[in-house]
Nanobody, 122 residues
Framework: QVQLQESGPGLVKPSQTLSLTCTVS??????????WSWIRQPPGKGLEWIRA???????HYSPSLKSRTSIFRDTSKNQFTLQLSSVTPEDTAVYYC??????????????WGQGTQVTVSS
């Protein structure tokens, strides 16, 4: 059973960089052919895919957030991390990590983390 757990600050000030880490257990992030994504859901809105990192280390991005985001992994810890820079209150959302068994752009996920609330406020 694969499990994903998000961790990071619950409150971030505007203009700061948000860093969120997803720790995976029950399976390796280097296993063919999975992709590991970050997704968010602002209050009252739908899910928004942000970034993904693949089993080989390839990275994939949403064009709308490309300039402010990066993703990287630590295979020794079986973790992957999202960084979102220059945050504004519009970045307030529940952030999820999830696994896709196919393309990172498929929006199909078989395992999800429980989500972590991030609020951007001064």
């Amino acid at each position: 059973q694969v499990q994903l757990q998000e961790s990071g600050p619950g409150l971030v000030k505007p203009s700061q960089t948000l860093s969120l880490t997803c720790t995976v257990s029950g399976g390796s992030i280097t296993t063919n052919y999975y992709y590991w994504s970050w997704i968010r859901q602002p209050p009252g809105k739908g899910l928004e895919w942000i970034r993904a990192i693949g089993y080989s280390g390839s990275t994939h991005y949403s064009p709308s957030l490309k300039s402010r985001t990066s993703i990287f992994r630590d295979t020794s810890k079986n973790q992957f991390t999202l960084q979102l820079s220059s945050v504004t209150p519009e970045d307030t959302a529940v952030y999820y990590c999830a696994r896709s068994p196919s393309s990172p752009y498929s929006r199909e996920y078989d395992y999800w983390g429980q989500g972590t609330q991030v609020t951007v406020s001064s």
